[in-house]
């Protein structure tokens, strides 16, 4: 197109054309805010889901740390239970070694009466054995002194 007949352009078409510019900046802008409210939404739904993370996150740090001080206590306990263990053990043990001991001196103190009692049959028994040699030996006396007579 010369310059000339750009002058010429029907009325109607540049009317035309003007409307659909703009319809065009129309639509650009409506696009523009639409695109605009989906950034917003978008936006949204990314706090929403940060916040959503860090809430859960929160939880599961309540949740390790619960069942850290669980597991802790778990420990305490069952070393507790372990002395507990230990210390009714070493009571039993020093409860029997004095029961163990007692028996040792009754036994020891039954084996020195009955020693005595062996000791004291063997003298009584060795008395018995010297007065019957005695009286044996004065029955053969007076035995032979009566057949000396006779």
């Not at 069942?67 to 206590?73: C, G, K, M, T, V």
């Not at 020891?108 to 040699?133: C, F, G, Y």
């Amino acid at each position: 197109m010369q310059p000339s007949q750009t002058a010429a352009v029907p009325q109607e078409d540049a009317h035309a054309w003007l409307t659909e510019i703009r319809d065009l900046k129309n639509t650009v802008a409506a696009l523009r805010d639409a695109l605009e409210l989906e950034q917003i939404e978008k936006e949204r739904s990314v706090q929403a889901a940060v916040a959503a993370a860090s809430g859960n996150l929160e939880q599961l740090k309540a949740t390790v740390g619960a069942l850290r001080d669980a597991l802790e206590q778990a420990r305490i306990d069952k070393k507790k239970s372990v002395q507990e263990a230990v210390a009714a053990a070493n009571h039993e043990i020093v409860q029997l070694r004095a029961a163990a001991s007692a028996l040792r001196d009754a036994l020891e103190l039954e084996r020195n009466e009955k020693e005595k009692s062996v000791q004291a049959a063997v003298r009584a028994a060795h008395d018995e054995i010297q007065q019957l040699k005695a009286t044996v030996a004065a029955l053969r006396e007076s035995l032979e002194a009566g057949r000396a007579r006779k």
